[in-house]
């Protein structure tokens, strides 16, 4: 009979969030996935717990996978854990539970802390709808896109940063989403140094220019606000300039333009030649 993969959580800083369900598993597991063996073997010695460990990374994710597969398809029971928080969530995970779920195995959860589902609760932001967008892109044209898709997004969004990336990300979020929205930036959570700071994306950006940036992040920020009724127009024919300015044909920055902001497409062609942007 096929044994089982087991998702393990594992906490994103205080080893006291380490549950007895976890201890458990990684206990009785035949096996135990790493994304790093050297991370989790200070988990291990902490547990008390010397188990054998093999290696899922990114990198190595589809050979190791069908080698982790094949062990479960012949009866071993596999504990699945990653350097911090909840496996599959931007981090090692997904494709292996997508492999055993098509071979037929089961998959089961030890659900731990998640830093993302931490920072939302704390941010005293709308918790009721939210997405999580996880890393940006360092790749300039998927990040545009990225921020792009963003532009109207209504509910409370989630973003997780390095931070040495943080001042170039602030910037790219105010310029998207205006300095003026509402953001929490959620540091080192459950570490000696969390904090949570509950402000603007201009302000944010001004303390990071000048304050060089430590520990792991969370950004939650606020989605866009209601819209008041009528498309703004002006809004809509700035960004037909914007795009003019870009290379964008008339009729290209007029379709993107309306789509972008809501404003009907006919009416946005006639005002932008009716203000000379033709
Ligand atoms: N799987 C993990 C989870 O469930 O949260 C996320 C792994 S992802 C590779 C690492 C990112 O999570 C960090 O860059 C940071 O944005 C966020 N993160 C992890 N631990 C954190 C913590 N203690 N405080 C703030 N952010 C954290």
Redesign the pocket.
């Known amino acids: 009979m096929a044994g089982i993969l087991y998702l393990v959580?594992t906490p994103?800083?205080?080893l006291g969030d380490i549950s007895l369900r976890c201890r458990e598993v990684l206990e009785e597991a035949d096996f135990i996935a790493a994304e790093d063996t050297r991370v989790t073997l200070k988990l291990l010695n902490h547990l008390d717990l010397h188990k054998p460990l093999v290696s899922y990374y990114a990198h190595n994710s589809r050979g190791s996978g069908d080698r982790i597969l094949e062990r479960i398809r012949a009866g071993e029971t596999c504990a699945l854990v990653?350097?911090?928080?909840?496996?599959?969530?931007?981090?090692p995970?997904e494709d292996l539970v997508r492999l055993c779920a098509e071979a037929g195995v089961e998959v089961r959860a030890v659900p731990?802390?998640?830093?993302?589902?931490?920072?939302l609760a704390l941010s005293g932001l709308p918790t009721q709808r939210f997405t999580f967008e996880?890393?940006l892109s360092v790749t300039r044209k998927s990040r545009t896109e990225h921020l792009e898709s963003l532009r109207r997004e209504k509910r409370t969004m989630i973003?997780?940063?390095?931070p040495h990336k943080l001042v170039s990300t602030l910037e790219d979020l105010a310029a998207y989403f205006g300095e003026d929205r509402p953001v929490a930036l959620?540091?080192?959570?459950?570490?000696l140094h969390?904090e949570v700071v509950r402000t603007v994306l201009g302000e944010a950006l001004a303390r990071y220019r000048e304050e060089q940036p430590r520990?792991?992040?969370?950004?939650v920020v606020a989605g866009a606000p209601e819209e008041s009724g009528e498309p703004d127009e002006a809004a809509a024919l700035e960004r037909v300039r914007a795009l003019r300015g870009e290379g964008a044909s008339l009729r290209d920055a007029v379709r993107q333009a309306a789509q972008e902001t809501g404003m009907n497409k006919n009416a946005l062609y006639k005002l932008a030649t009716q203000s000379g942007d033709d």
Not at 159 to 162: P, S, T, V
Not at 186 to 191: D, M, P, S
Request: hydrophobic share 40%; net charge negative; proline share 5%.
């Open positions: 959580g994103i800083g205080n990653t350097d911090a928080g909840m496996p599959a969530i931007s981090d995970g731990g802390p998640c830093a993302a589902v931490t920072a996880g890393f973003f997780y940063e390095a959620c540091r080192e959570l459950t570490k969390e520990g792991e992040f969370v950004l």
